[in-house]
């Protein structure tokens, strides 16, 4: 059965912290791996990850993934308050098929 | 503005009612999708779509169906044989066209959180 685990499950920090979010997963047909984040309501897309390797970057967040190992990472460094939410990782399996871990909930404390 | 808008924010239903949720898109995207969102869970597929007149069944589409008339609209019903429906509803599209990238982005709703009375 396909699946994706996040962890940690949830996550408090102090602002200017660096934090590492973790997805791994077992898909059959792995095409790709998102990570989004969720404040209160829609998910808003942060990354795309298909090759290992290679990182991504956007501001204080960066992500990479290892297709050998199948896991992927999220940092984010020098946390906000404004970076609190959660972070959701899912992988496509096939052509349409996404798979959702459970979330990390990230609360950053001022 | 493109996007993706769900309606109502908060719907109540009464033991044994049906109840629509509604989805539409004005991005042009072929697929759609309608997910469930429990607390402490990820989100769970409910049913897809990734053509007009056509969708198939996700994990968990008991108790639940839709129809897919039109490009842009995906309504999905909670039917009065799902025991359970109290949860956070999400629609999201999807391209499944264009360049590699932003094909297998999936775009979400604001969501509709459902309430039994």
């Known amino acids: 059965e396909d699946k994706v685990v996040q962890s940690p499950l949830s996550l408090v920090v102090h602002e200017g912290d660096t934090v590492t979010l973790n997805c791994s997963y077992e898909?059959?047909?792995?095409?790709?791996l998102l990570w989004y984040k969720q404040e209160k309501k829609a998910p808003t897309f942060l990354f795309m990850l298909?090759?290992?390797?290679i990182e991504k970057k956007s501001g204080r967040l960066s992500s990479i993934l290892d297709k050998k190992e199948l896991f992927s990472i999220l940092n984010i460094t020098a946390t906000q308050t404004g970076d609190s939410a959660i972070y959701l990782c899912a992988v496509l399996s096939g052509t349409y098929k996404y798979i959702f871990g459970t979330g990390t909930r990230l609360k950053v404390l001022a | 503005d493109g996007g993706i808008t769900q309606s109502p924010k908060y719907l109540f239903r009464k033991e044994g009612q049906n109840v629509t949720l509604s989805c539409e898109q004005n991005l042009n995207h072929d697929a759609m999708y309608w997910y469930r969102q429990d607390p402490g869970q990820g989100l769970r597929l409910i049913y897809y779509?990734?053509?007009?007149?056509?969708?198939q069944k996700g994990d968990i589409a008991e108790g639940y169906s839709v129809s897919r008339e039109k490009k842009e609209s995906f309504p999905l019903t909670v039917t009065s044989a799902q025991k359970n429906p109290t949860a956070f509803y999400l629609c999201?599209?999807?391209?499944?066209?264009?360049?590699?990238?932003?094909?297998?982005?999936?775009?979400f709703g604001p969501g509709t959180r459902l309430l039994v009375l």
């Open positions: 298909t090759s290992s390797g």
């Open positions: 999201a599209s999807s391209p499944l066209r264009g360049t590699s990238g932003r094909r297998e982005t999936q775009y």
């Open positions: 898909v059959t047909n792995f095409r790709s």
């Open positions: 779509s990734q053509i007009v007149n056509d969708f």
